[in-house]
């Protein structure tokens, strides 16, 4: 059942909405944008601000964090003849009466109706698909009186033109750059540099606010600057220009040049009758030039241009929204759906950055972000992954760390030149699961075999040494002793980051936390801090990767793989070679003596270059007997107890280890400490057993559940300030960010650990526990989708941009619904739920597979439960359908069904 909400509902299209109250918020933003990252990115808000860019050096308007929403930015006011002034963005002294929002895939729809003046103002916003750097604006105008009425209109985009920083650094000494141009169609602001005290550039970068009246006239004139437009007393929602109706002129150029610019239109004066309307048409854009600026804008300046140019938008985006689609008995959740598969597209677009909740204030993505981003895309947008899959690869480091700075270009990682040290210790484990997800899917065990450079720069052994004769001449490549850039296929880059983490270890024989894990807020333990949690990652790896190379050799044939020699250092027990020497595991100074003593110096700054041919079937029992010294060893020393004099309730697994050396999870004076990503990755890894993971499902449930809100924390309140022993994140307020917020990503990937291990009830209820917070909508304040966290009054953070949605989408596709791949042959094993069937007994997908769009629909009509129902017949289009049982619900159809067959619905009879 979906959650009560107030604040939007969906119109018949099942995605796009209506927010019939736009005035109770003017923080809550929806993003807009093109097909590419190199586009304009825009936030608009129900007062029409937020900012439009590209990125961080080319800024249309002032950059916008979440309180500056509370501030205007795009408007378009109507003064009346009678003196009255009405405003399209907000109500206030110029703007009164009704205002609605509607949204859709990504269009944004304003429409204030004032029924005092007689005028209903409509504003519609979005960014072409076809490439050129605009956002477009029509605006109409529509008496809704009974009598004619005479207006002066006037849009308004005040003009930021230059770059992020300078939103607080050298704000007025940058503008002191602008040439300002008033042209008959608008106004053109030409920075003459790019102001930057470590060199400044020449500018060739234009700013533009460009617009037309629907009869295709001209502005009468323009308000170019600041002073022009909003004068001495006034301001942006009460411009003295409007205000005072003052007349616009051509300006001096020491009127121009060094002020702060405004893209302020008047149009001529109308006299509008009773129930007509009049069309007004803005491109707000960004060009290398003004010729190129007046070409573009000349592609939208017509009612009819503008109308085609949304249709392609709806188009496009629609069809992304649908390139996964989901059927069950709750049409909320089908439709808020659709928003999720969007968010993955949109943070390949957007970055981490570049909306109002901006986590990375300079925008761009980090390593963890290239490969999580793929788990989705890998689904929604699979054409194009493979070359990307392997480009990600040349940022890996022969020590298993990677590049930190992700440049623009396909597969191009940049130096660290600001010598800040830094490890994540987790980012060696997420590009095979990305890798494996991706041969499921498709099949192709052919990108094992592909080849890839290894990244270089000054931090060697993981930052713990650094290389003072490193040179950015050096370049970024790893070269052999002949000085040429080695190459080690793709699964060598794969073995080399999860080996070096086996050895990696504190005190405790854990993988050491280094400079921070997935929770970038555990910062602060980096020299006896341990986790726990992430081994457990690597353990499942290591035995995902023994057998992923085990059945790639059944199917090619092969029994031989060529590896670095110096590999075989990671490979310890991998007879035949003088590199391989069998170490006890339980001897932590011997792992870490492997690690800085043999393979670090082996391996950097230079490698060998010398390749050696190894029997896979060792270097599977190899990595078996690493991940199966993890799982006994996790489950022999960190397990927390049920029932011991110090915790009366369910038992659970430790962690992590502070900058103490001590065990963070348990009971403690303060209370109980527990943290979900403790428990998450033992479950997905397999570390923990089914009755370990019945105690910690009781566990999670007692411990982080929240009665009130009812979703699952991150943690529990460390109460004691625990910031200086392992992460700044303890110094967040309890309920924010990464300290106990209901933490959506981890709460996914929970889910997801439970549906793999199947406890598909208790999987569902910690997705329905995020739907429901997201859609309680007086809480949550954001429109349909999921944020980054919520906080402990339930108001959603950090919406669109978070890797949540593609763990979510991955989850709902591949567990709840049960189809994915196996090495191309697709798996159909649903965990549905007897309530997530609608009246009918029927739930379905449609989603892409093998190169084809396919549609599943099951049919549940007696409408059993999860574990009580099995497949019984499987038809294409009344057509019986051949396919292996694996389990009762869990079947196999060939690949080979897919490459013959068009216009693929099959039909699953469950009973």
């Excluded at 430790?654 to 348990?666: A, C, I, R, S, T």
């Excluded at 009812?710 to 910031?723: A, E, I, M, Q, S």
């Excluded at 859609?775 to 959603?796: M, V």
Aim: a positive charge.
């Amino acid at each position: 059942m979906s959650p009560a909400k107030t604040l939007y509902h969906y119109l018949d299209d099942g995605v796009s909405f209506v927010f019939p109250q736009a005035p109770r918020s003017s923080t809550i933003y929806f993003p807009l944008c093109g097909t590419d990252s190199d586009g304009i990115k825009s936030a608009v808000s129900p007062i029409l601000s937020g900012d439009i860019k590209i990125d961080s050096s080319c800024y249309l308007t002032r950059p916008a964090s979440t309180e500056d929403l509370r501030n205007g930015l795009r408007d378009f006011f109507c003064r009346l003849e009678t003196g009255g002034v009405v405003s399209l963005a907000r109500s206030g002294p110029a703007g009164r009466g009704r205002a609605a929002v509607a949204a859709g895939p990504l269009w944004h729809q304003l429409t204030r109706t004032d029924p005092r003046a007689g005028l209903e103002l409509e504003a519609v916003n979005f960014v072409p698909v076809t490439g050129e750097r605009v956002e477009l604006m029509r605006v109409t105008v529509r008496n809704v009186s009974k009598k004619t009425l005479t207006i002066t209109p006037t849009f308004s985009l005040p003009v930021f033109a230059r770059v992020l920083a300078n939103k607080h650094d050298h704000e007025h000494v940058t503008s002191l750059l602008n040439r300002i141009a008033q042209l008959p169609q608008g106004v053109l602001v030409a920075p003459t540099m790019i102001f930057n005290e470590h060199g400044h550039k020449i500018n060739r970068t234009v700013y533009y606010v460009f617009g037309r009246s629907g009869d295709g006239d001209y502005p009468e004139g323009t308000f170019p600057t600041v002073e022009s437009f909003y004068g001495e007393a006034g301001s942006w929602s009460a411009p003295e220009a409007v205000m005072e109706n003052r007349a616009p002129a051509a300006l001096p150029k020491e009127a121009l040049d060094g002020k702060e610019a405004v893209g302020a239109l008047r149009f001529k004066k109308i006299r509008l009758a009773p129930g007509k309307a009049r069309e007004y048409l803005v491109v707000m854009g960004i060009a290398s030039s003004r010729p190129e600026a007046s070409q573009t804008s000349r592609r939208f300046n017509s009612p009819e241009k503008f109308e085609a140019a949304l249709r392609r938008n709806r188009k496009f985006w629609s069809e992304k929204s649908t390139s996964v689609c989901f059927r069950t008995g709750d049409k909320e959740f089908n439709s808020w759906m659709r928003w999720v598969v969007l968010q993955p597209v949109l943070r390949r677009i957007f970055g981490c950055s570049f909306l109002p909740d901006h986590d990375y204030g300079k925008g761009g993505k980090g390593w963890r972000d290239l490969w999580q981003d793929l788990l989705s895309l890998i689904l929604i947008e699979p054409s194009s992954v493979r070359e990307t899959l392997i480009n990600n690869f040349a940022g890996v480091r022969t020590d298993g760390s990677n590049a930190t700075i992700i440049g623009s270009a396909p597969g191009e990682f940049l130096a660290d030149r600001n010598a800040i040290s830094r490890v994540w210790m987790d980012h060696g484990a997420w590009p095979f699961l990305t890798l494996l997800l991706y041969i499921e899917q498709t099949g192709d065990d052919d990108i094992l075999f592909e080849r890839q450079t290894y990244f270089r720069d000054p931090q060697i052994f993981r930052a713990q040494r650094y290389d003072h004769g490193w040179t950015p001449r050096d370049g970024s490549r790893v070269t052999d002793k002949n000085n040429r850039p080695y190459e080690g296929t793709v699964l060598e880059h794969v073995l080399v980051q999860n080996l070096v983490q086996f050895f990696n270890v504190g005190e405790h024989n854990i993988t050491r936390l280094e400079n921070a894990d997935w929770n970038d807020g555990l910062d602060m333990a980096a020299v006896r801090g341990e986790s726990v949690a992430f081994m457990s990652l690597y353990a499942g790896n290591l035995l995902g990767c023994a057998d992923l190379l085990e059945r790639t050799a059944r199917r090619k044939n092969i029994g031989e793989i060529a590896l670095a020699r110096e590999v075989l250092i990671l490979l310890d027990s991998v007879p035949g070679f003088a590199e391989a020497q069998a170490l006890d595991y339980a001897d932590v100074a011997g792992k870490r003596k492997l690690l800085f003593e043999r393979y670090f110096p082996a391996t950097q700054p230079q490698i060998s270059g010398e390749q050696v041919n190894v029997k896979i079937e060792d270097v599977v029992r190899d990595l078996r007997r690493k991940g199966g010294w993890i799982v006994r060893h996790v489950r022999g020393q960190e397990k927390i107890l049920a029932g011991n004099p110090g915790n009366p309730g369910p038992g659970w697994f430790n962690g992590y280890y502070d900058n103490q050396g001590e065990k963070v999870e348990g009971k403690k004076e303060a209370g109980v400490r527990m943290t979900l990503t403790g428990q998450v990755f033992p479950v997905m890894s397999g570390v923990a057993e089914d009755k370990e993971v019945a105690e910690v499902v009781r566990a999670v449930r007692w411990y982080l559940k929240d009665k009130k809100l009812g979703g699952y924390r991150l943690n529990t309140d460390f109460k004691v300030p625990h910031y200086l022993e392992l992460g700044r994140a303890f110094g967040f307020a309890y309920g924010t960010k990464e300290n106990g917020s209901f933490f959506s990503h981890m709460a996914v990937m929970y889910a997801y650990a439970l549906y793999k291990r199947n406890f598909a009830r208790d999987g569902h209820d910690v997705l329905q526990s995020i739907f429901r917070m997201a859609a309680d909508t007086e809480k949550s304040k954001i429109y349909p989708g999921i944020p980054e966290y919520f906080d402990s009054l339930g108001r959603g953070r950090y919406h669109y941009l978070t890797g949540s949605a593609s763990w979510l989408v991955l989850t709902i596709l591949t567990q709840v619904f049960g189809v994915r791949g196996e090495y191309g042959d697709l798996i159909i094993a649903p965990q549905l739920l007897k309530d997530e069937f609608d009246l009918q007994g029927k739930a379905g997908i449609t989603c892409p597979f093998s190169g084809k769009t396919i549609t599943i629909n099951y049919v549940n009509k007696r409408k059993l439960d999860f574990g009580s129902y099995a497949v019984k017949a499987v038809t294409c289009r009344g057509k019986a359908v051949a396919y292996d049982v694996l389990a009762p619900a869990r079947i196999k159809i060939s690949r080979k069904f897919f490459h013959q067959a068009s216009n693929i619905e099959l039909t699953i009879d469950l009973g």
